[in-house]
């Protein structure tokens, strides 16, 4: 039996029981090391995932394969991959909180007009998302950083744009900021792991 488990923003503390009761009966653990680095008291064969990982022969393995996915697995997560190798019905999902509604609950600000956009190793339109959407969060990457957002929308005719960034969200080094687009343009942070807000207008 395959098992996703949602992993929350990172933090043990977000994680669901039933995630956990599904953990720590593993035979085989999967995930990125951050996560995996969690579970070291947890006796059972562990592989760390990057991006040349071959998954059929993993999932090809006896027991219960338990694989760790950031935030929520159907969110531009880890499921959608899986998917392709395993049945259906020979997987079962646990939900997580995502990075993206952890940093909104921070912000107390409301999902309901929010679009979320992955920059993470892709190229989406941000400009033209904020244009109609007013309210977009962004999952990032190395290439596609707080500062590149701000760049990309330097020359654009918005009004009142905020830029949220949540860096290490949940961990002990969680950091939250508020800038001007101008602000993040000319900042030299190199911001770690982080999920980005930008909101529009009045919202
Ligand atoms: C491939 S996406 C997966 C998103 C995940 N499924 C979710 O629901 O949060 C990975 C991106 O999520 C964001 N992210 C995940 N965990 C985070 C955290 N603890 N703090 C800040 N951003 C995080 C980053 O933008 C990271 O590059």
Same mark, same amino acid.
């Given at each position: 039996m395959v098992t996703i488990v949602g992993m929350g923003p990172g933090s043990k503390r977000f994680i669901?029981?039933?995630?956990?009761? +599904?953990?720590? +009966?593993?035979n085989v653990l999967v995930g990125g090391k951050r996560h995996i680095e969690e579970f070291e008291d947890i006796e059972c064969e562990k592989i760390i995932i990057n991006a040349s990982t071959d998954y059929s022969s993993i999932l090809k393995k006896e027991g219960n394969i338990v694989i760790l996915a950031s935030g929520d697995p159907l969110l531009y997560g880890i499921a959608e991959v899986i998917l392709k190798y395993v049945d259906k019905d020979k997987v079962e999902i646990i939900p997580g909180i995502s990075s993206v509604q952890y940093m909104c609950a921070k912000l107390k600000i409301t999902m309901n007009d929010l679009t979320i956009v992955s920059l993470h190793g892709r190229d989406d339109d941000l400009v033209k998302e904020l244009k109609s959407k007013k309210k977009v969060a962004v999952f990032t990457d190395d290439k596609h950083t707080p500062q590149f957002i701000a760049s990309s929308l330097k020359e654009q005719d918005f009004k009142d744009i905020k830029i949220y960034v949540g860096e290490n969200l949940s961990y002990d080094m969680e950091k939250i900021y508020s800038f001007t687009v101008e602000e993040l343009s000319n900042c030299n942070i190199k911001f770690d792991l982080n999920v980005v807000v930008i909101t529009c207008g009045n919202t």
């Open positions: 669901t029981n039933y995630a956990l009761e +599904k953990i720590r +009966k593993a």
